[in-house]
């Protein structure tokens, strides 16, 4: 069951769980919105260490573009 499961969850999202596993910092930030409204997210890496590096990023990008409202 394991087995499948992630093989499920790596077609999905192939990335993700591999910097789940190591701690690498990661994160996925809603930039876009489809025509249904629905948001896409946009995944951002850095090396280990730089969480500060991200979160930056992601300020920077909401003063850009806010998607609170959304």
């Known amino acids: 069951m394991f087995d499948s499961l992630a093989a499920e969850a790596f077609d999905f999202m192939p990335t993700t769980p591999l910097y789940n596993m ?4 990661a994160m996925s ?3 876009y919105l ?6 896409i ?5 850095a090396q280990l260490g730089e969480e500060a ?3 930056r990023l992601a300020s920077q990008l909401e003063e850009e573009s806010p998607w ?3």
Do not use: N
Request: glycine share 12%; net charge negative.
């Open 34 to 39: 489809c025509d249904s409204g629905l948001a």
């Open 53 to 55: 590096l991200l979160l």
């Open 29 to 31: 930030l809603p930039l």
């Open 22 to 25: 190591i701690g690498q910092p």
């Open 68 to 70: 609170a409202h959304h």
């Open 41 to 45: 997210g946009i995944d951002f890496r």
